[in-house]
């Protein structure tokens, strides 16, 4: 174990454990990933709809609309409504989808730790020793 002074003075041990891990709960995985990617989807969502007004107010669009005439297309154009549908309802399959991927992750990673054992990883656990008063002196 080792000792270290801290910026307040105080004594910290330090020593090394190692840990091991064998096991993930698949449905603690299924919470954090359906939350992560429904924030993500979210995310996606709203930086599209933004993206999408910066593109028509500068007349970013319609500049695609016509470069894409321009190679033998009578009409082309983007339809915002249907496409932001479409995203959306895509969106809803991904979270499913990415939620489901690391659910099967988690699953994998069990089976495969049953096999060889877990993970071995050392961390170091911190531990503040308070002063102590040293013989010889009084409190008053």
Known sequence: MASTPDTTGQRRRVRRVTRVIR???AWSVFKVGLVFHAALYMVLLITGV?????????G?????EQFMESFGWDSFTFKGGSMFQAFAVLGIF?????TGIWVLAAVVFNLITELVG????????EEVVARSVEAGQTQG
């Open 118 to 125: 877990g993970i071995r990883v050392t961390v170091l656990e």
């Open 60 to 64: 970013t669009i319609d500049n695609v």
């Open 50 to 58: 933004l993206l999408w007004n910066v593109g028509s107010a500068t």
């Open 94 to 98: 991904g979270i499913a989808l990415g």
């Open 23 to 25: 096991d993930i709960d």
